[in-house]
C-alpha cells in the first residue's frame, strides 16, 4: 500500500512553545489531507482537512489559530501546535487518501 | 445517532478461532468502507477496502458490505496472537473525510 511517513514520533515541549508535525506522502500526491486526533482507549477525531495550496478545513470545535495547518505541496502538510498547554498531549495521526486513505505512523505529542 | 457504530469490546478469544467484527451505520450515502487495525502508540494500518456493497477476501481477512441494512462485518479466521490490536471501521462519501467507529479491542490468547 501507499506509504505516508509523519515525524516526529515523539516530542516533549514545555508549555506555551510551538510544536511542528510533518506529513509526507512518499509514493503518491495528495491534494487532501486529513489530521486526526486520538485520546487514549478512544477512537480518531477529525480535527481538520489540509487542501494543497488552499485554507484548511476546520471540525466544529477545532481551534483554527491554534492547530495551524499549511499544506504547502502535494505531497508534504504540517501541523502547527501553538502555545501548547498540558491539555493538547494526545496522539496526532495524519492520513492522506488515494482511494483508500493511508495513515501516517502518528506523533505522541506531551507538553509539561 | 452516532454515524458510525461498533462495539468497543473487549474481545476475547482462544488462537485459532474465527472472529467477527461488525459495524452500523446511518449514513445511506457512505461507499467506500475500510477496517484498520491499531496497535498500542501506533498509526492505523489499513486491512481492507471495499467500494459499495459486496465481500472481500485477503488472506486470513474477509470483509462484508451490506448496505441495504447499513452494516459491515470483518472476518478473522485461524485467529492469531499477534492479531491482537483495536479494530477500526471506517467510511466516507467519496475522497473525503473518513469517520470511523470507535474500535473494538481484540485479545487473541495462545
Known amino acids: 500500500g501507499a506509504v505516508v511517513s509523519q515525524h516526529p514520533s515523539r516530542v516533549i515541549c514545555k508549555s506555551g512553545t510551538s510544536v511542528k508535525i510533518e506529513c509526507r506522502s512518499l509514493d503518491f500526491q495528495a491534494t487532501t489531507m486529513f489530521w486526526y486526533r486520538q485520546f487514549p482507549k478512544q477512537s480518531l477525531m477529525l480535527m481538520a482537512t489540509?487542501?494543497?495550496?488552499?485554507?484548511?478545513?476546520?471540525e466544529q470545535g477545532v481551534e483554527k489559530d491554534k492547530f495551524l495547518i499549511n499544506h504547502a505541496s502535494l505531497t508534504l502538510s504540517t501541523l502547527t501546535v501553538t502555545s501548547a498547554h498540558p491539555e493538547d498531549s494526545s496522539f496526532y495521526i495524519c492520513?492522506?487518501?488515494?482511494?483508500?486513505?493511508?495513515f501516517g505512523q502518528g506523533t505522541r505529542l506531551t507538553v509539561v | 445517532q452516532k454515524e458510525v457504530e461498533q462495539d468497543p469490546g473487549p474481545l476475547s478469544v482462544p488462537e485459532g478461532a474465527i472472529v467477527s467484527l461488525n459495524c452500523t451505520y446511518s449514513n445511506s450515502a457512505f461507499q467506500y468502507f475500510m477496517w484498520y487495525r491499531q496497535y498500542s502508540r501506533k498509526g492505523p494500518e489499513l486491512l481492507m477496502y471495499?467500494?459499495?456493497?459486496g465481500n472481500k477476501e485477503d488472506g486470513r481477512f474477509t470483509a462484508q458490505v451490506d448496505k441495504s441494512s447499513k452494516y459491515i462485518s470483518l472476518f478473522i479466521r485461524d485467529s492469531q496472537p499477534s492479531d491482537s490490536a483495536t479494530y477500526l471501521c471506517a467510511m466516507s462519501t467519496s475522497y473525503d473525510k473518513v469517520i470511523f467507529g470507535p474500535g473494538t479491542s481484540l485479545s487473541v490468547i495462545p
Open positions: 492520513s492522506a487518501r488515494a482511494t483508500e486513505a493511508f
Open positions: 489540509s487542501n494543497e495550496g488552499s485554507k484548511a478545513t476546520y
Open positions: 471495499t467500494y459499495s456493497s
